[in-house]
């Protein structure tokens, strides 16, 4: 497990057109700079369980939240002072999210929880529960995080540019769009789904050589290596070719086809490359006919991604219209997190 913290208006830099007398130009970002915390936990299987979101604040507000809850079944909630882990927000995610997600299949089954050295970890009562339940404990050392911690290796990285790709095309059609907490949830919900893949997941324990068990993996990282004299630190690629690609041939097509903008067009073209004489269907003839058929696909394929877009952005728009005022979550007295009933 580990603590991963995003900006909720926090997008990717880009490409913007800007006059020419202008020296820099700088792409709009959707409004919130607040730090958002979530600790995550996977696997070596390449499962995770059910991220706990930790806002800023004295208490979670129920207008933080989008209209649709369906996405959000089983996550938690909670909001500390800082918008870090305490102590006591350590201790709960153990007993609400750890222990009830991996409940093993007989009671004698022991688990094992990798994890940092973080103070929240290493309390009386953390370690307590984790005796009561057979967990036992595996601290990683210190500064080794970005060697050693599965999800640094492999799933914050993707996680977090999938978020920003999302983050941004709220943006990218209207910049009036605020990324407020309920576009944030739901850019970091489409992001977790593209990232914590089982592929990506097992890579993460791979890389670091916890699982399959390899002292290889982790002397080898570039991290590591790159201070050991004599160490060749990463391995270069030779130069050369990474896979086939297409290069078509300059040459004279027998007819002058143009880019299909709707089927009609395409089964013209087609009936008439049909009528050719046989002498006529040369390659590149071919060739030309279906460079224009791919054009005008990928033309269909942006426009249809463009409204997709602009849709999302003006329903993001219209959820952040809809915001009411400020009512906080009432909370079961034996609990400090906040799940989808409460809300």
């Keep these: 497990m580990d603590e991963n913290g995003i900006m909720e208006g926090k997008g990717t830099n880009g490409l913007v057109l800007g006059s020419s007398e202008t020296q820099y130009i700088q792409r709009k970002h959707p409004g919130s700079r607040v730090w958002v915390s979530l600790i ?12 706990l979101v930790i806002y800023k604040g004295k208490a979670v507000q129920k207008q933080w939240f989008p209209l649709d809850l369906s996405g959000y079944a089983g996550w938690q909630f909670t909001a500390t002072d800082n918008g870090w882990t305490t102590d006591a927000t350590a201790l709960e995610w153990l007993e609400k999210v750890l222990i009830s997600q991996t409940a093993p299949r007989q009671a004698d089954e022991a688990r094992l929880l990798i994890l940092d050295g973080h103070h929240s970890h290493t309390t009386t009562d953390f370690m307590w529960q984790c005796i009561q339940h057979n967990i036992y404990l595996i601290f990683l050392p210190a500064h080794t995080s970005h060697v050693l911690q599965p999800l640094d290796q492999s799933v914050f990285r993707p996680l977090k540019a999938a978020y920003r790709k999302y983050l941004g095309y709220l943006n990218l059609w209207n910049d009036s769009t605020i990324a407020g907490k309920r576009n944030f949830l739901n850019c970091y919900r489409r992001a977790r789904k593209d990232a914590l893949t089982a592929q990506i997941i097992k890579s993460g324990w791979k890389h670091t050589g916890l699982w399959p068990i390899s002292l290889l993996r982790p002397l080898s990282n570039s991290f590591v290596s790159k201070d050991i004299p004599g160490s060749q630190g990463s391995s270069s690629q030779p130069a050369g070719s990474q ?37 006529s269907q040369s390659i590149y003839t071919q060739r030309h006919l279906f460079r224009k058929i791919q054009k005008g696909q990928d033309n269909q394929v942006y426009r249809l991604a463009f409204v997709e877009h602009q849709n999302e952005e003006l329903q993001a728009h219209i959820n952040s219209q809809q915001q009411g005022r400020r009512k906080k979550v009432q909370l079961d007295p034996n609990t400090k997190f906040v799940s989808m009933g409460d809300i």
């Design 40 to 51: 995550e936990c996977i696997s070596a299987d390449g499962q995770s369980l059910l991220p």
């Design 243 to 279: 896979g086939s690609s297409h290069q078509w041939e300059s040459a004279v097509s027998e007819v002058p086809w143009s880019t299909p903008r709707k089927s009609a067009d395409l089964q013209h073209q087609l009936q008439l490359f049909s009528q050719l004489r046989q002498e």
